[in-house]
């Protein structure tokens, strides 16, 4: 099994450019979540879904949409990218109320 | 909302110390859940405690979980340079996790 797969590894964007992140489970699990984790910091929840068509706000979603048609794919479009979006980016998934498993992340810089 | 408060922030310790992290809830949990990332890595699932008072071993870790449910702590017993990383909790309420800030511990040899 992969796991978790997130694309791209590394990006450069400049400001006010869009892009899409890309995640993909393959263990069925329905809990899917995306973070940002700023330099030294936690990890700050943007969006979630609990399932495919569910999807809600976490702390951070301002900036950020996502969209959930399939149980396998959790997608993360960046909309007019700005420098306070300079971050690494985890995307994870598990079953309800169980271990989370996380991508490798991905290293985005807006300039 | 649900706030879970880790400490310390940092821990420098020489190699052959123990270190001990924090982790509280405003609330109660269902579950706390703890993960380690290695510099540059992703954080991977270390242990869940689920019942009041659990206390679980993994080799030179012990993870606890408080009686009333709303704090845990982990602790290593002779720190060892590939113990070096951020450990986070990730307490479950009300339907969620929500991970701590972290700790990072760094090992001098």
């Known amino acids: 099994n992969a796991g978790v797969t997130q694309t791209p590894k590394f990006r450069i964007l400049k400001i006010g450019q869009s892009m899409t992140l890309q995640c993909t489970q393959d263990m069925n699990h329905n809990y899917m979540y995306w973070y940002r984790q700023d330099p030294g910091m936690g990890l700050k929840l943007i969006y979630y879904s609990v399932g495919a068509g569910i999807t809600d706000k976490g702390e951070v979603p301002n900036g950020y949409n996502v969209s959930r048609s399939t149980t396998e794919d959790f997608p993360l479009r960046l909309e007019l990218a700005a420098p306070s979006q300079t971050s690494v980016y985890f995307c994870a998934s598990s079953p309800e109320g169980a271990r989370y498993t996380f991508g490798s992340g991905t290293r985005l810089t807006v300039v | ?109």
Request: glycine share 12%; hydrophobic share 25%.
């Open chain 2, 1 to 109: 909302g649900q706030q879970v408060m880790q400490i310390p922030q940092y821990q420098h310790v020489q190699e052959g110390e123990d270190f001990t992290t924090y982790c509280n809830s405003s609330t109660t949990l269902s579950n706390i859940q703890w993960y380690k990332q290695r510099p540059g890595g992703h954080p991977v699932f270390l242990i869940q405690l689920v019942k009041s008072g659990e206390v679980k071993k993994q080799k030179r870790l012990t993870f606890q979980f408080g009686e009333a449910k709303k704090n845990s702590s982990l602790h290593i017993t002779a720190t060892q340079t590939t113990d070096v990383g951020t450990y986070f909790c990730a307490g479950r309420g009300a339907g969620k996790s929500t991970f701590g800030d972290g700790t990072t511990l760094t090992v001098k040899p």
